[in-house]
């Protein structure tokens, strides 16, 4: 009898447990991502979001002067879908990691070639595609949640945002349509169908 309910109760413990560990909670930093029609492409964004809860989040959970995974869990990634300026300096169509050291008037920002990095541990200068600084802006409410958006889209010119807490940056994109476009008209006005309208349309636009 003892052997029975021994084993009785064990089945039990197990079924316990299988049932406890299929429980969802929800994410302590749960991750977002979004997609920006930008230029000829897009701008996509895939990050983790962590929350102030209360603590005191620059200069202290994120110290200054430090290297920041500029979110939370795996590295934060950007996508370009075409050839672009950011902080004035050329990139390449692709997915890169972004990194940041934040500081109380400006922070470096970092674009680093090697999107496998879970963390700081495995990040390397030498794979460093861009670095440049960009000044803070004081916020006048509390952002809770760590947010990136793709704001001030225009044809060919976005900022990459990124706020938390009272803090807020801009990262400027920049894409260089006005050349594509003049070389995909000119070579349209050799066929027999020729875009007139959208040609003159963009051209006025555009000035």
């Known amino acids: 009898m003892k052997k029975f309910i021994l084993a009785a109760a ?11 560990q299929s429980v969802k909670v929800p994410a302590p930093s749960p991750t977002q991502s979004i997609k920006q029609d930008f230029a000829l492409s897009s701008i996509e964004v895939s990050y983790s979001r962590p929350g102030v809860k209360g603590r005191s989040i620059f200069g202290d959970v994120v110290p200054f002067g430090k290297l920041w995974r500029t979110g939370a869990n795996g590295c934060t990634k ?12 050329d990139v390449k169509a692709g997915t890169y990691s972004l990194f940041s050291v934040p500081n109380k008037d400006e922070w470096e920002i970092i674009l680093n070639k090697n999107i496998t990095i879970g963390g700081l541990d495995g990040y390397k200068t030498e794979d460093d595609v861009a670095r ?20 001030n889209v225009t044809s060919s ?3 990459i945002q990124i706020s938390w807490e009272k803090t807020s940056v801009n990262i400027p994109v920049v894409a260089d349509i006005d050349t594509k476009i003049s070389k995909s008209i000119e070579t349209a006005m050799t066929v027999d169908n ?9 051209y006025l636009e555009t000035g």
């Open 10 to 20: 064990t089945v039990l413990f197990a079924n316990m447990s299988m049932d406890a």
């Open 78 to 89: 950007l996508t370009f879908g075409e050839d672009v300026k950011v902080g004035g300096v």
């Open 132 to 151: 440049f600084k960009v000044k803070t802006a004081m916020l006048g409410s509390l952002v809770e949640s760590f947010t990136i958006q793709v704001a």
């Open 157 to 159: 010119t976005a900022d």
């Open 194 to 202: 020729r875009p007139y309208f959208q040609a003159a349309s963009y």
